[in-house]
């Protein structure tokens, strides 16, 4: 019998899960997943988080400010791993969070929760690491599969890890697209998790990143009139204040891995949304330095931010 509360205790305190209980955690993560549409909706009150990747001691941190679940409902916009030096904690805890508190915590998939993406950007090396197989890895890489697109708060503000897409104008679009699976090259799928708002544009654009899509103001005015919102809430893109408004106040953009790849020097937010829409953004720095251990990577190698390519802040 799995025991969360165990597991959640073990997690907080940076120990690591047995590998059969990895794979335990990530087997009843799915079967929750499977019940949730491409769109879940839920209501406000709700603290949202953009990327966190790997930064463990700031998600800490995150509970610190915004209170613990479940006494806080949270919504993760993705992007849980990858580039910090605990991915693997980072993860297992949101993932036991997830299913000890299955309707006060809700967990969307960014570009980072693929296969192909973690096998370059440290998640699948730091697996490798900690647990002399890439069996952690897999299980983690398959429940991504699972994890669902797209959020709705008070059927108003919609949230996703990335962006829009020409390929889809509607929720109903959104609604039937196969997500089960490895988050494809193109598509509409992909645009989701990869594509940025651009204010130099009003249409949509070819994206630097090599996947997805820049989108303008025409494109955010229109896909909010034709799905009755009023806001769209994303991550996915480095703020040096924690947070970016765009778009006469269509467009926020949620950054919560302070000092990002722990050079960066930004500072990161958690966006707190009340009963009435109001939006309040709880800005932070990284958590302070008695309260973090640097592994023994830090000067570089395997899982080390450093060491990995640059690829795009």
Not at 136 to 147: A, E, G, H, I, P
Not at 228 to 248: K, N, P, S, T
Not at 251 to 264: D, F, I, K, L
């Amino acid at each position: 019998m799995l025991d969360l509360d165990a597991c959640i205790s073990r997690l907080l305190q940076r120990q690591l899960l047995a590998e059969v209980v990895v794979r335990d955690v990530c087997a009843k993560l799915k079967e929750a997943l499977l019940k949730e549409s491409n769109i879940q909706h839920i209501s406000t009150p709700v603290t949202v988080v953009g990327d966190v990747h790997g930064q463990f001691y700031d998600v800490l941190e995150i509970f610190k400010i915004g209170g613990h679940c479940p006494d806080t409902n949270y919504l993760f916009l993705g992007d849980y791993v990858d580039r910090g030096y605990y991915s693997v904690e980072t993860i297992s805890l949101l993932a036991c969070l997830k299913l000890r508190y299955p309707n006060r915590i809700w967990l969307l998939r960014g570009n980072h929760e693929s296969r192909a993406v973690t096998q370059t950007y440290g998640f699948y090396t730091e697996c490798m690491r900690k647990y002399n197989s890439a069996n952690v890895w897999r299980y983690f890489t398959d429940m991504f599969d699972f994890l669902t697109l797209s959020v709705v708060i008070d059927n108003v503000i919609f949230c996703v890890h990335g962006g829009l897409s020409p390929s889809l104008h509607t929720l109903d679009q959104i609604r039937v697209i196969d997500r089960f699976k490895e988050i494809p090259h193109d598509g509409p799928m992909a645009d989701l998790v990869w594509s940025d708002p651009d204010n130099a544009i009003s249409d949509f654009g070819i994206s630097p990143r090599g996947a997805g899509y820049t989108f303008g103001v025409n494109v955010v005015e229109k896909f909010l009139y034709l799905n009755d919102c009023r806001h769209i809430l994303r991550a996915h893109q480095l703020c040096m204040e924690g947070y970016q408004v765009l778009f006469d106040d269509l467009v926020t953009t949620v950054w919560s891995a302070p000092n990002y790849c722990y050079r960066c020097g930004n500072m990161a937010s958690i966006l707190e949304i009340s009963p009435a829409i109001d939006r309040f953004f709880n800005v932070f720095g990284a958590a302070p330095d008695t309260d973090r251990e640097t592994p023994s990577t830090a000067g570089g190698g395997a899982g080390d931010p450093a060491s990995t390519p640059d690829y795009f802040l």
